[in-house]
């Protein structure tokens, strides 16, 4: 029986006098009295303390969670709990779970385990495993486990090589004491599949998935471990889809949901996530409605499971209404997001989920024209996260990125660089001497400088070149990319070709250095380098190039694609007019013939003013004005 008291206020009295430097919890219990499986007495004629108001009730009660709410003034968290008569099926299913979780799992395995896998304990649960690993003895029947759940531990937090470790000595000790067609070391080998899949090794992890399927196979009947096997199934379905193999990627999704539609209840939280699997691999190959079917399915399931808020049930909520973002559905977009977002406000307190959603109500608002709306969503967003996440995470850069474009949109770009320029001040006053080499410098440097393009391209190229020397120390590739090519051009923009040259030299290195050779950013920046050789009055380069970005794009696109053509195209053009040139035919003659071929006509200097066009004014104006001596060149952009 539980002892406790209906009188409040003397606990609470009590409960100051004993104060507790732990967390205090406070347990009201409400209880219907015509509920026959609660056994209760009042026995306050036999308290100590009278005005206690003590009553027993039996343990084996079943009591649901109502609320959860901390109290300020008492300094402890009130739990309200509230007797319930539904026993036996909520009793049933409780068993039915635990016996599931711990068909491999000893007590003592289970209690790590729920440490990490439902407390998040990370280190907690290392800790446990590593004083059992010095108890126990090395042929005891558990260390095997110790090794598995110590590996899981280090996979999730990101420690691949000694996930990988302990893996392998939980095999070892099963390749002594068991048959090599026994499904412990079928799981094993799935478990080094997954490691090897987050170490984007894929090709190894599917030869581990593989492995662990073929034990299944030879040493289990077809109704034997059935739902353990599906584990490398769904494994080996979703390396796949990351190979953009949809096809076989479906093939052994389905085949799992098959599988555990025989032997799970319907509404049972894994049939929703195949059914999610599924979906997932239908939107990758944009038939958008029967993702949204599978999508919906699978809520169906989760309404069912989970009667009241929970994060699987707002991830999917979420991702329904991303399928209608994707169909430029927006209301319904939004109203789906905007069930997420209050979802998470139940469950979580500015969590970076909550941001996730502002951006993408904010998404859905900017295709929807509404830009103050948008720019609001936007903000709230980047608050979150700047609480939250570390100063040169990703979403920083990309999600500032979104303001400033919302604010050029609505043509207020003094707005704009004002608040790059405030942003600036604080990063400086929070990063002390990292200031000169923090990526997130660089990148609202370029936001400035593409601000100042139009109002003062002077200005604008001081500002690119500032973030180009700290991109040259601290080369992120991504950043690195975007800026030289918003540099590029810029330059063009300005006729400033040299500098255009350098940018565009580096870009290709920058390619070379982290791309296959023959890799399509590759061939595009080969054909950029050319098209500026040929505005420079370069041919002989510029021909060199092509034909290398030429090469490429054939062996990837064969000779029908677009733009092998438009290559072959300018190939056949720059030739025409190099032998044009060179055979001294008039110049009306070469104008009018260039002036058919090409789009675009720059005016180039004189040899011995050639070297000036990087370092002139920014005045295109100007640039364009040139002596009457000036040869006459058509070029193609």
């Not at 300020?72 to 009130?78: D, Q, R």
Request: some cysteine.
């Amino acid at each position: 029986f539980l002892s406790t008291s209906r009188n409040k206020n003397l606990l609470l009295t009590i409960f100051q006098e004993n104060f507790s430097t732990y967390i205090n919890v406070l347990f009201e219990i409400h209880i219907d009295l015509s509920i026959e499986t609660i056994i209760l007495t009042d026995i306050s004629s036999l308290s100590s303390i009278s005005q206690d108001k003590e009553f027993l009730f039996n343990r084996n009660s079943l009591l649901k969670i109502d609320s959860i709410e901390y109290d300020s003034i008492n300094n402890l968290w009130n739990i309200k709990l509230i007797a319930s008569n539904n026993e036996k099926k909520c009793i049933h299913k409780y068993l039915k779970w635990i016996q599931k979780e711990m068909d491999y799992h000893s007590s003592m395995i289970y209690f790590g385990h729920l440490l990490w896998n439902e407390l998040g304990q990370m280190n907690q649960a290392k800790n446990y495993f590593h004083i059992l690993l010095k108890l126990l003895s090395n042929n005891d029947i558990d260390i095997s486990k110790i090794y598995i759940e110590l590996g899981h531990i280090n996979n999730e937090i990101g420690e691949y090589n000694l996930a990988l470790q302990n893996y392998q000595c939980a095999l070892d000790i099963y390749q002594k004491q068991i048959p090599n067609d026994n499904i412990n070391i079928a799981s094993s080998l799935n478990n080094f599949g997954i490691v090897y899949k987050n170490m984007n090794k894929l090709n190894l992890a599917m030869n581990y998935y593989q492995q662990s399927l073929d034990i299944y196979e030879s040493s289990c009947s077809e109704n034997e471990n059935r739902f353990h096997r599906t584990n490398p199934m769904i494994n080996m379905g979703l390396a796949y889809r990351d190979k953009k193999d949809y096809d076989t990627a479906l093939t052994y999704l389905t085949k799992v949901y098959n599988i555990q539609c025989d032997i799970l209840p319907n509404d049972d939280p894994l049939l929703a996530n195949s059914l999610i699997n599924i979906g997932n691999i239908y939107r990758d190959k944009h038939n958008l409605n029967q993702a949204l079917n599978y999508y919906q399915q699978a809520l169906l399931i989760q309404e069912i499971a989970y009667s009241d808020d929970h994060l699987n049930k707002a991830k999917t909520i979420r991702i329904i209404g991303i399928i209608y973002y994707d169909k430029q559905d927006w209301q319904n977009a939004l109203n789906y997001l905007n069930r997420t977002l209050k979802m998470y406000q139940c469950l979580l307190s500015n969590h970076n989920n909550i941001a996730m959603c502002y951006g993408d109500i904010g998404n859905v608002y900017e295709k929807m024209n509404d830009l103050d709306l948008a720019f609001n969503y936007y903000e709230q967003q980047f608050q979150i996260e700047e609480q939250y996440l570390c100063l040169s995470h990703p979403n920083l850069i990309l999600h500032f990125d979104r303001i400033i474009d919302i604010l050029k949109k609505k043509n207020q770009i003094e707005k704009a660089i004002e608040l790059c320029k405030e942003k600036l001040l604080i990063l400086k006053n929070i990063l002390g001497i990292e200031y000169e080499s923090h990526l997130r410098i660089a990148r609202i440097l370029i936001l400035i400088a593409t601000l100042y393009e139009d109002k003062n391209p002077r200005e604008a190229h001081q500002y690119y070149e500032q973030a180009l020397e700290i991109l040259e120390h601290n080369k992120n590739e991504e950043i690195f990319q975007i800026c030289l090519s918003t540099m590029i051009n810029f330059y063009w923009k300005c006729r400033m070709f040299d500098r255009a040259l350098m940018c565009q030299m580096k870009l290709l290195n920058l390619r070379r250095s982290t791309l296959s050779s023959n890799h399509l950013d590759v061939a595009y920046s080969l054909r950029d380098l050319a098209r500026l050789y040929r505005a420079m009055n370069k041919s002989n380069e510029a021909l060199q190039y092509f034909d290398q970005s030429l090469h490429i794009l054939q062996s990837k696109y064969g000779s029908e694609h677009i733009d092998v053509k438009k290559i072959q195209k300018e190939i056949i053009d720059l030739k025409d007019i190099v032998k044009s040139l060179s055979s001294n035919a008039d110049e009306d003659y070469n104008n009018r013939r260039c002036s058919n071929a090409h789009k675009a006509f720059f005016i180039m200097p004189q040899e011995n003013l050639t070297s000036q066009s990087s370092t002139s004014s920014f005045d295109t104006k100007t640039k364009s004005s040139t002596s009457d001596s000036a040869s006459a060149i058509c070029v193609i952009i």
